[in-house]
């Protein structure tokens, strides 16, 4: 079993900056993707970011392309999400996912292991 706890949320003005950051304990050594996911009110949950193990591999969603940054540190066991040029419209409870396989899928099933999720609520 792996437990992930996000950390770093809270309230920013539009155009500010936040960083994420989510720790992975227990099995940690059969991870190799870690993600983070969003959900506005109403919403589904959409696939904002991943990396691979390999640290090569990223993805961003089209909505953040060029304003977040993902990056893992699985040494540490811990992977950020830095947010920049934020928007209102980025609001929304942020969830940290990692998966067992190399896939990076904005399917919520193939994730293994999710964390319970910090709000970021963007001011115009």
């Known amino acids: 079993q792996v437990q992930l706890v996000e950390s770093g949320g809270g309230l920013a003005q539009a155009g500010g900056s936040l960083r994420l950051s989510c720790a992975a304990s227990?099995?940690?050594?059969?991870?190799?993707?870690m993600a983070w996911f969003r959900q506005a009110p109403g919403e589904q949950r959409d696939l904002v970011a991943a990396?691979?193990?390999?640290?090569?591999?990223?993805f961003y969603g089209h909505s953040v392309k060029g304003r977040f940054y993902i990056s893992g540190d699985f040494a540490k066991n811990t992977v950020y999400l830095e947010m920049n040029s934020l928007k209102p419209t980025d609001t929304a409870v942020y969830y940290c996912?990692?998966?067992?396989?190399?896939?990076?899928?904005?399917?919520?099933?193939?994730?293994?292991?999710w964390g319970q999720g910090t709000q970021v609520t963007v001011s115009s």
């Open positions: 990396v691979r193990r390999s640290g090569v591999n990223t």
């Open positions: 996912a990692a998966g067992l396989t190399n896939l990076i899928s904005s399917v919520e099933e193939t994730w293994h292991y």
């Open positions: 227990g099995r940690t050594d059969s991870l190799y993707t």
